[in-house]
């Protein structure tokens, strides 16, 4: 639907907005103390107006707009995004460029950021529509969700508004995230519009600003040996643990002992992948999992996943937040608990992720809902007594959708219940057209800059391996196994020792270390120089 606000109506906002909004492109720096700032340059400023309003004005991505008077502003990943916080409100302003290296225009932009609300069961869509508004287009879209239930101060009545200036390449992205509903008793938006809609450019020239998060030293509370061995493996130099994912391990050795005897190195770490079952109070496998895990004096990286729901089924992360999978996560911390060796647990790995039921394209473009669904996963093992596990928030390396609100730092869930922060990247190499080979300088390099400069906890590969189509895989080992000892804050690696198949049973990429005797010298050679546990 596209509609034009009435001739008289338009000028009486306009002159409104004149009287409560800075001149475009002509903000100043603000009169009031800036609440962040990198050295002399104001990131933001928020500045007082009327009629119960204050402006607020983004000098990184260079805009202002009104917002109602008493919000906080938290400008924490300015690289990022800005978030203006009430206690029923919430708003995030993203601005999003496109072309390259985006590799996306503004139509698929904003088409597909709104397909995870069309396609899913649940969500209450009471309007889209084309507008002009002022000196600008916006495209409209409300919607609510059912309540959940473990969601704190839950604002589950959305809108975004996506605004395309005419002399901006960029799209500015405002979601609303309400308490209550967003529209008047006519069902109309307009009043929200006099608010997002006042947007408007200015000089934005400020570096974005943001302080390191999260802390090397464990939060109180975890037993003797998980402390020991995260103070021996993750606070120590030298070269990183290694791990390794085998299909059959650790509820099979055979395959595993004979790799490890072909390579003449044993691997610490195992990697074991667990999911949410439909009608149970129990998952089948992970005591006995755990068991073998340690008789074998091996460390599991245990990870808990989701996959993307079909259209129009439900979504397992509100089921979660909702209680409905209570009795099966209780029973499954407690079989963590009685393990009594320290356990690298990664629930909800690959947030950013849309093959991932917890990404925030399948919970209304709210990254907050995966938040809510870790920390209470959190909450369940501590209540069960879990001292034994440590925390790895794992998104992988690369967004998709590469969109600004499905950035890894919207899902960041908080110091407090991160220990290690892992990262996920793969040499797919070239057996689908949309893919290419990469190095691991090209895969992690840069990763591992950014990673090192937001995170003080310790790093870790929590998954890698690179396909050997198109390209020398025994020469991308060798330049891994040269390029990561450089790379002093990752701790431990693990690679994906299996292949990916296509949708017809074909190998499309094949990942084992052991593929060719050429490749498994590499691994022979390079091991033994790793860390011991």
Known sequence: MKRTLAPLAVIALLCLSLLLSPPVRSVPRPVSQPLVQRGQDAVFSLRGALLGSEIFTNFVD?????????????????????????????????????????????????????????????????????????????????????????????????????????????????????????????????AWMRWAGDIRLVDGAAPPDAAPRGDQALAPGRDGETELFYETCFLSGGPPLWGLFQPEAPLD???????????????????????????????????????AAGAADRILELTLQTYSPEDGAGNIVYDVLNGKYDAFLRHYAETVAAARHPVLFRPGNEMNGDWCAYSALYTARDAEVYKAFYRYIYEIFREAGADNVLWIWNPNSRSF?????????????????????????????????????????????????????????????????????????????????????????????????SRDLDADGNVARPYCLNETEEVTEVFRDNLGAGAAY
């Not at 597909?112 to 969500?123: C, D, L, P, Q």
């Not at 002992?257 to 496998?285: C, K, Q, S, V």
Request: hydrophobic share 40%; with cysteine.
């Open 62 to 190: 260079g805009y202002s707009m009104k917002i109602p008077a008493g919000m906080t502003a938290d400008m924490g990943d300015s690289a990022v995004r800005a978030v203006l916080e009430s206690k029923d409100l919430r708003i995030e302003i993203y601005k999003q460029s496109f072309g390259e290296p985006q590799g996306f225009t503004k139509e698929e932009y904003l088409s597909y950021s709104n397909s995870g609300i069309t396609r899913e069961a649940g969500y209450e869509i009471r309007s889209e529509e084309n507008l002009i508004w002022l000196d600008k287009s916006a495209e409209v879209t409300l919607w609510s969700r059912p309540p959940l239930l473990h969601m704190e101060n839950d604002r589950r009545h959305y809108a975004a508004v996506d605004f395309t200036f005419p002399e901006d390449a960029a799209v500015f992205t405002v979601l609303l995230k309400s308490a209550k509903p967003l529209t008047d008793a006519k069902g109309s938006i307009d």
């Open 401 to 497: 959708p590469d969109f600004k609100w499905n950035d890894a730092l919207c899902y960041y869930p908080g110091d407090e219940y991160v220990d290690i922060v892992g990262m996920t990247a793969y040499n797919t190499g070239t057996y689908y057209e949309s893919e290419r080979w990469e190095s691991f300088g090209s895969l992690y390099g840069q990763l591992y800059e950014n990673y090192a400069a937001t995170f003080r906890q310790p790093l870790m590969i929590t998954e890698f391996a690179s396909s050997s189509v198109g390209g020398d895989k025994a020469a991308w080992a060798r330049d891994m196994f040269k390029t990561i000892n450089g790379f002093e804050r990752i701790r431990a690696a693990v690679w994906w020792n």
């Open 253 to 291: 050795f055979e395959a595993l002992y004979a790799l490890e005897a072909d390579l003449g190195y044993r691997f610490p770490l195992l990697l074991y992948y667990t999911g949410i079952i439909e009608g149970a109070d129990a998952h089948p496998r992970l005591a006995q999992a755990l068991r």
